[in-house]
T-cell receptor, first 116, second 113 residues
Framework: GENVEQHPSTLSVQEGDSAVIKCTYS??????FPWYKQELGKGPQLIID?????GEKKDQRIAVTLNKTAKHFSLHITETQPEDSAVYFC???????????????FGQGTILTVHP | ETGVTQTPRHLVMGMTNKKSLKCEQH?????MYWYKQSAKKPLELMFV???????ENNSVPSRFSPECPNSSHLFLHLHTLQPEDSALYLC????????????FGDGTRLSIL
């Protein structure tokens, strides 16, 4: 089955700096890669996702890059703000079509702290 | 408001009790999921339902029993739980069973005495 490794486990930055979180996956059949943000007392919230036919996707201060050859993908947050402080999870999903389903395998999470 | 509502938000129960967790989605999705989130562990998929049919049981003990009466509602029936079952239980839904974005509720924090 799929295995997703996420690094670092904790990340501390100053407000305004950039933050980068990296994930590697093992199953070359994985073709969907979402990122989730989880704040205290809340469920994970989808912030951005990318599919394997795209190398990069950007949404305002958040971007995700995918390297299929190396089987890794990264989340980039620019101009960080204190409200970006949360736990971030990456995930990977293979999908073969037909009657199968897209099972998400999650990374272990990264605790991001943005200091004012 | 995520469109996925879970009740109760907190639950404390003894090992011999029977209780149920409820999830309701208002997004018109066809697939629903139960996940377990424990401290220092990745989210663990428990069950998947697609159009009210269970398509995945990820080796979950029989003391957890899911029920999906329609595409908007999902239940997790609990009985004879163990202390290690204390965790945050998350419900999610997606448009279909494929690699679509999954939308999560805020979870039920379960404590087993």
């Amino acid at each position: 089955g799929e295995n997703v490794e996420q690094h670092p486990s904790t990340l501390s930055v100053q407000e305004g700096d950039s933050a980068v979180i990296k994930c590697t996956y093992s199953d070359s059949a994985s073709n969907y890669f979402p990122w989730y943000k989880q704040e205290l007392g809340k469920g994970p919230q989808l912030i951005i996702d990318i599919r394997s036919n795209v190398g990069e996707k950007k949404d305002q201060r958040i971007a995700v890059t995918l390297n299929k050859t190396a089987k890794h993908f990264s989340l980039h947050i620019t101009e960080t703000q204190p409200e970006d402080s949360a736990v971030y999870f990456c995930a990977a999903s293979p999908f073969a079509g037909g009657t199968s389903y897209g099972k998400l395998t999650f990374g272990q999470g990264t605790i991001l702290t943005v200091h004012p | 408001e995520t469109g996925v509502t879970q009740t109760p938000r907190h639950l404390v129960m003894g090992m011999t009790n029977k209780k149920s967790l409820k999830c309701e989605q208002h997004l018109g999705h066809n697939a629903m999921y139960w996940y377990k989130q424990s401290a220092k562990k990745p989210l663990e998929l428990m069950f998947v339902y697609s159009l009210e049919e269970r398509v995945e049981n990820n080796s979950v003990p029989s003391r957890f029993s899911p029920e999906c009466p329609n595409s908007s509602h999902l239940f997790l029936h609990l009985h004879t739980l163990q202390p290690e079952d204390s965790a945050l239980y998350l419900c999610a839904s997606s448009q279909d069973r494929g690699p679509w974005p999954q939308h999560f509720g805020d979870g039920t924090r379960l404590s087993i005495l």
